[in-house]
């Protein structure tokens, strides 16, 4: 059976509270500071399991039987608490670009969970991430204009993981990118990696893409990545993720 088929024989209402499923799951909040303005940024949402399973516990669950379905019932869970626990800056919440048949249909539930929970849309980040193997990137494409027409803002996650990140931004152009803790690890001891993370950074200043590095855990790795004019951060060394707790800028 296909996603599309699975889709319709499950039904929207039972799609966004994850019926099928076989397992439920929740949300922990990671916020992405500017160091310059000194506020929080955004807060990604990050699937966890109900007693606080990583997040690979509960993507190991996700197959092509249910993969629409999961994704779907992310969006609305990461829309509720976002607006339960009143968050103001951004929310980004990712997304599995295979799991959008129709971009036109499949962001109905995401809009409607908006309206309900009362969340604005224009505050809503859809990350897509550069380790999922995209099939089409013609049908990527169509997605993340479609979704900028709608008030969203877009990302690609984990950039610099795989081997298609350059290609994606010749391609297309998101509004933010958010380079792999694999390129920020150490980054204060690696000459090439900061040789890396700069022309990263140049290119995107040229296309007028912001540049977030995840994965930050120390003040070297920290004040260096300023040093290239990058303002955006998320990691351990600000906060954990948390769960109803939204963590505190701290580190700045």
Same mark, same amino acid.
Do not use: W
């Given at each position: ?10 039904? !929207? =209402? ?91 249909? !499949? ?62 931004? =010749? ?82």
């Amino acid at each position: 059976m296909t996603e599309n088929q699975e889709h319709k024989k499950i039904g !929207c =209402a039972e799609c966004r509270t994850g019926a099928g499923l076989g397992f439920g799951f929740t949300m922990a909040f990671q916020p992405i500071v500017n160091t310059t303005t000194k506020e929080i940024f955004a807060q990604e949402a990050l699937v966890r399991g109900l007693n606080e399973e990583a997040a690979g516990d509960i993507l190991g669950r996700i197959n092509d039987q249910n993969r629409y379905c999961f994704d779907q019932a992310c969006r609305v869970k990461a829309v509720q608490l976002g607006a339960k626990l009143n968050i103001k800056s951004f929310l980004s919440i990712n997304f599995l670009p295979n799991a959008v048949y129709r971009p036109e249909l !499949c962001i109905r539930t995401t809009l409607e969970a908006a309206e309900t929970f009362g969340f604005p849309v224009d505050r809503i980040i859809f990350e897509i991430t550069e380790g999922e193997k995209i099939k089409d990137h013609g049908h990527l494409r169509e997605i993340i204009q479609y979704y900028r027409q709608q008030g969203f803002l877009t990302a690609i996650d984990d950039f610099g993981a795989g081997y298609s990140g350059l290609n994606l931004l =010749a391609e297309f152009q998101t509004d933010l990118v958010k380079l792999d803790m694999g390129l920020i690890r150490y980054i204060d001891q690696n000459k090439g990696r900061q040789a890396i993370v700069k022309g990263i950074v140049q290119v995107c200043n040229e296309l007028e893409i912001k540049v977030i590095a995840e994965g930050v855990e120390t003040y070297e790795e920290l004040s260096i990545l300023q040093s290239f004019g990058i303002e955006l951060f998320q990691g351990y060394y600000f906060a954990k993720p948390r769960f109803q707790n939204l963590a505190i800028l701290n580190n700045l």
